[in-house]
């Protein structure tokens, strides 16, 4: 009975870390680079759609769309995406050090400013419109109206990558603020306040970049936590006495 409830304990620690923020088979450098080409091109995307119907207010939804899709497929996308993947490399060399990982969000706001994003995508947009042009995807008037207009497209995406950082900000104050909630009901041995700030803490790491040490704290109070509910499905009598394999092995699938 007992080799089977530690065989259940492995498996729900196990399934339950796997689909918390589907970076367990990644390393923090690869997840973070994944998020952050999800989040800057959904400002770039959202820039091109708002900059192309200012600059061209004729331009029905279909054809703005068309424009931009032009604009992405030639070179702006994967130029955007290259340009996001250097930005660490920015961070390393102005602290020395060689890390290949962010540790907070400073040193994406620092980065994206020193590494002149904006300005590569200026180039960039430049680059496509002429490729777009030349394979007769776009008219020579709208890469020129296009091209006069490019600040528009610029300022937005200055704005929506700003906005996006400031989110963050906000994201890992809460998963900060509901990490010190769990651990205050769990030393009180209040479950039920465990619980609720156990949602909330999951609500908002899906929304968070994944830092080292947010994510190693969030994991420890995740294995506790599911180490503790299944205390309380085998009908434990005291579900918070946790024995010493049980708290290593919170460690150690961190």
């Known amino acids: ?119 590569t995508a200026s180039s960039l947009i430049d680059t496509a419109l002429e490729k777009a042009e030349d394979k007769g995807l776009i008219s020579k008037d709208i890469q020129k109206e296009i091209k006069k207009g490019k600040n528009t497209i610029l300022n937005k995406l200055n704005d929506n990558i700003s906005e996006n950082l400031e989110n963050q900000v906000k994201y890992l104050e809460k998963v900060n603020e509901y990490n010190e909630k769990w651990q205050e009901c769990y030393e009180k041995q209040d479950f039920d306040g465990m619980e609720r700030a156990y949602k909330n803490l999951k609500k908002y790491m899906e929304k968070c970049i994944p830092f080292e040490n947010v994510i190693n704290t969030a994991r420890k109070n995740e294995n506790i936590h599911s180490i503790i509910k299944n205390n309380i499905m085998s009908e434990k009598d005291d579900i918070f006495n946790l024995t010493e394999n049980q708290l290593e092995l919170s460690e150690a699938l961190v």
């Open 1 to 119: 009975m007992i080799s089977e409830v530690v065989l259940l304990n492995l498996d729900n620690l196990k399934n339950n870390i796997e689909n918390t923020l589907d970076i367990i088979s990644k390393n923090i450098s690869e997840a973070q680079d994944k998020f952050l080409k999800s989040n800057f091109g959904q400002a770039l995307n959202s820039a091109l759609d708002l900059g192309i119907q200012i600059v061209m207010p004729d331009l029905i939804e279909d054809e703005v769309i068309d424009v931009k899709n032009a604009i992405l497929d030639g070179g702006l996308k994967a130029g955007f995406n290259s340009a996001i993947e250097s930005l660490k490399n920015i961070k390393d060399s102005a602290i020395g050090i060689i890390t290949g990982t962010f540790d907070n969000i400073s040193q994406i706001q620092t980065a994206v400013k020193k590494g002149g994003l904006i300005d």
